[in-house]
């Protein structure tokens, strides 16, 4: 994946949201804007994929024609975007490079994963980071979060890349549209 690129459209599209719109506010401002941002992306998640909802026979939401799989998917960019932004505004840039090999071993790994418990534990560590501002906190909420979005959601890398710059289009489409 290329994480260089991949993190520079994030910084990219903030950028360009926050010159649109003439937003001013501060450093600490936007690392709690986007803290916040992500929380509720990884609850989009949540509810779009649906696997703690033990009670129900047809897990997972669609969005109008789009299957579960690519609902959830994104759902997931959308978050990454926002990691990719909280890197960026903590100067972590270097904790979101995830290597081939690693990546590789996600998928490769079979066993099952407590979803609930991964999700619980990524707020846990995002909540730390925020906290504390602990960058081994992001980096391993951020490891987790691509583990459970490869092994558990069973998304592939050149998955994941391609719809998060199909998603960049997308916002920027929208913030022409007065979004």
Do not use: C
């Not at 719109?21 to 600490?28: E, T």
């Not at 290597?99 to 590789?104: H, S």
Request: no cysteine; proline share 1%.
């Amino acid at each position: 994946m290329d994480w260089a690129k991949m993190l520079q459209a994030s910084v990219n599209l903030d950028r360009d949201i926050r010159i649109k719109h003439n937003l001013q506010n501060s450093l600490a401002d936007r690392i709690q804007e986007a803290y916040i941002s992500l929380d509720v992306e990884l609850a989009e998640i949540a509810n779009a994929a649906e696997w703690f909802k033990v009670w129900k026979t047809h897990r997972g939401k669609r969005d109008g024609e789009l299957s579960v799989h690519q609902t959830v998917l994104n759902e997931f960019v959308d978050a990454i975007d926002f990691f990719l932004l909280m890197a960026n505004l903590n100067q972590w840039n270097h904790l979101i490079v995830i290597g081939d090999e690693q990546l590789a071993n996600y998928q490769s790994d079979q066993r099952d994963l407590d979803l609930s418990l991964m999700y619980l534990n990524i707020k846990k560590m995002l909540f730390s980071t925020y906290s504390y501002n602990r960058g081994t906190d992001f980096q391993h909420a951020w490891h987790l979060f691509i583990k459970f979005g490869i092994q558990g959601l069973g998304f592939t890398p050149e998955e994941l890349e391609k719809a998060y710059f199909a998603k960049n289009q997308i916002n920027y489409q929208r913030q022409e549209n007065n979004y």
